[in-house]
């Protein structure tokens, strides 16, 4: 869809080039077409969403807090009161809500952003008449954010700065691409509706192979070092198995190097 289909739906301010400033001074970017479909966000989620066909009974939120390490009570406060908003002005609309994975790991359940995670879930299915609530794995993708896992392990390696991987430690890898795809079949076909359900791959992978991979594509070492520490989400995806054989999304043990290959090979 180009640029000339598309308005802003005004929740705030407008800059001069077409953002809106949120209640908490922070840039909030939101774009619709003009069919009404609404994307929240500005980041690896909402841009998956935001060059497809309209859907006017759609509503996706993905304007999330960046960097899941922060402990910023400001960062969760932007979302929440960001959420409460939009979905007090479309009601009417189904809402899909990007959550985490996250709260499968022994290591990060009790974080502070797993906690922000969980609270808007609750949030959602306590005030919002339909809704799907979409637990997403690491993404890959795109992106120019610096604290997504595959970026922060990139960067790195590109620049030589040292870092730790810890090598009991294992992680779950979607393609963004697939990642959309299943969410909106999910939304089409009116699937898991007013529920949780995880968006993943069905195997994770051992970070010290990730970090290898990533240095195989970059062709360039890591300058890091081992930690025996670590641990690993168990996230059931057995609700979505089925959906990724009908979309022919192949999950299997060369996934990981295709996905990092597709956003890493020229980077």
């Not at 990007?98 to 609270?119: A, E, I, Q, W």
């Not at 939304?187 to 993943?200: E, G, I, S």
């Not at 010290?208 to 081992?226: A, C, F, H, M, T």
């Amino acid at each position: 869809m180009s640029i000339k289909n598309r308005r802003l739906i005004k929740i705030a301010e407008p800059k001069p080039d077409g953002r809106f400033k949120g209640p908490l001074g922070r840039i909030d970017y939101i774009c619709a077409s003009i069919d009404a479909w609404m994307v929240i966000g500005n980041g690896l989620v909402a841009r998956g969403f935001k060059s497809l066909e309209a859907d006017a009974s759609c509503l996706v939120f993905a304007s999330g807090v960046s960097n899941s390490s922060t402990t910023d009570p400001a960062e969760f406060d932007r979302e929440k009161r960001l959420l409460e908003r939009v979905m007090q002005e479309h009601r009417e609309k189904t809402l899909l809500y990007f959550s985490t994975c996250s709260v499968y790991d022994p290591y990060s359940s009790h974080s502070s952003y797993v906690r922000h995670k969980l609270s808007m879930e609750s949030y959602i299915a306590a005030h919002h008449p339909a809704y799907h609530l979409f637990r997403i794995s690491n993404l890959a993708g795109f992106s120019a954010n610096p604290h997504t896992f595959l970026n922060f392990f990139a960067l790195r390696i590109r620049t030589g700065a040292p870092f730790q991987v810890w090598n009991r430690a294992e992680r779950n890898l979607i393609d963004l691409d697939d990642a959309v795809k299943l969410s909106l079949h999910i939304f089409h076909q009116r699937l898991f509706c007013n529920a949780v359900v995880n968006v993943a791959n069905p195997a994770n992978e051992p970070v010290p192979r990730i970090v290898s991979v990533l240095e195989s594509v970059l062709g360039r070492k890591g300058n890091y070092q081992l930690v025996d520490r670590g641990s690993s989400p168990i996230i059931d995806t057995g609700p979505i198995r089925p959906l990724t054989e009908e979309l022919q999304i192949s999950f299997g043990q060369q996934y990981l190097e295709r996905v990092v290959s597709k956003y890493f090979m020229h980077g």
